[in-house]
């Protein structure tokens, strides 16, 4: 059996993709920088244990990627506006390139990189002419 580790499974899409891969027969290793009681009964609720993880730190991922077959990676601010612009493009920026070199370490062979379709800016920042 497969186990996939999926990044950002608390979000909207991850919570998505989580129970997707759990209806498929995987073994899922949720993981969220957001993993408060709540969601972590949420995710039971789905089939599966919630881990909190700061991927910013090269250690933690690491760790949570020991293990896995493959990645689903989903974690990221994900839209402008949220933070300051910097702190996006670091904390993004800083995350997936842990993500990358964390699962290459670990010798995780598929990695999944989803990303938004907000990374070019909110649809209509601009009114149309």
Known sequence: MTTVAVTGANGKTGRVVVADLLEHGHDVVALDI?????DRDRMARIG????????????QA????????AVVHLAN??????????HTLNTNTVMNN???LAAAQNKVSRVVWASSETT????FDVPPR
Not at 48 to 59: E, F, M
Not at 77 to 85: E, N, R
Not at 120 to 123: F, K, Q, R
Request: charged content about 10%; aromatic content about 8%.
């Open 34 to 38: 957001v993993a408060g009681p709540g």
């Open 48 to 59: 599966t244990s919630l881990l909190g993880a700061d991927l910013t730190d090269y250690g």
């Open 62 to 69: 690491v760790d949570a990627l020991q293990g896995v077959d």
């Open 77 to 86: 601010i994900p839209a402008p506006g949220l933070f300051p612009a910097a």
């Open 98 to 100: 842990n993500v990358f």
């Open 120 to 123: 070019l800016g909110l649809p």
